[in-house]
């Protein structure tokens, strides 16, 4: 697609129901980030994929957070057990990465999901 | 634990006036980005700066990079209401991801 993608926009769920949040990169793009933000806040890496393999997921806070990428493209995260410490808004990025694997290209992001846990 | 600092969090100024902001960190980057995002929207990039004591402007922005690589600095002249936002400095280790400062919210009013 010509941008980032990301589902649902808004999803409400109540806490300890599992939710899903999706997001399909642009075409061609074979890294993928994952971040969280709280209102008026930076962005906290969550975890990052290079093709379908995460060679960095330092950032997940816990091991409700999972995530995973398939046939290069679309990622899914997936938090078990919601808590309301999780709401947040949940934004997707991807870029180019050199051969080196250096990424000093841009991120695209998307508009991400916000995510409210009642 | 890598981190980088801006520097003001808020900023609350009238249309024509100047401003800066400031990215710091103790950590070296391989390049440092500076992204503008809107309310409901992702970040959209503005700048990359790669070399040390690299200068770049775009129209009435002027993005600085230190000599060591370490800070850097966002300069706008004659701020109009347009200018609003938040304002992110993202630094990049080189390991694939970016490290994100916590944001400069600029308000400008007309």
């Known amino acids: 697609g010509a941008g980032v993608s990301q589902s649902p926009s808004n999803k409400v769920t109540e806490k300890g129901k599992d939710v899903e949040l999706r997001c399909d990169p642009i075409?061609?793009?074979?890294?993928l980030y994952w971040y969280r933000q709280s209102l008026g806040q930076g962005l906290e890496f969550l975890i990052y994929f290079q093709g379908n393999s995460a060679p960095d997921k330092s950032g997940l806070p816990s091991d409700r957070f999972s995530a995973e990428r398939t046939g290069g493209s679309v990622s899914t995260l997936t938090i078990q057990r919601t808590q309301q410490e999780d709401s947040a808004v949940y934004l997707c990025?991807?870029?180019?990465?050199?051969?080196?694997?250096?990424?000093?290209?841009?991120?695209?992001f998307g508009s991400g999901t916000r995510l409210t846990v009642v | 634990t890598q981190l980088l600092e801006q520097s003001p969090q808020f900023l609350s100024i009238q249309e024509g006036e100047n401003l800066t902001v400031y990215c710091n960190s103790s950590s070296v980057f391989s390049s440092l980005q500076w992204y503008r995002q809107e309310p409901g929207e992702g970040p959209v990039l503005l700048v990359t700066?790669?070399?040390?004591?690299e200068v770049k402007k775009l129209k009435r922005l002027t993005f600085q990079f230190g000599d060591a690589r370490k800070d850097s600095s966002l300069h706008i002249t004659a701020a109009q209401p347009g200018d609003t936002g938040l304002y992110l400095c993202a630094g990049s280790t080189g390991g694939g991801k970016l490290i994100f400062g916590q944001g400069t919210e600029l308000s400008v009013k007309p």
């Open positions: 700066v790669v070399t040390g004591g």
């Open positions: 075409s061609g793009h074979t890294a």
């Open positions: 990025a991807s870029s180019l990465v050199q051969p080196t694997g250096v990424s000093n290209y841009g991120y695209t």
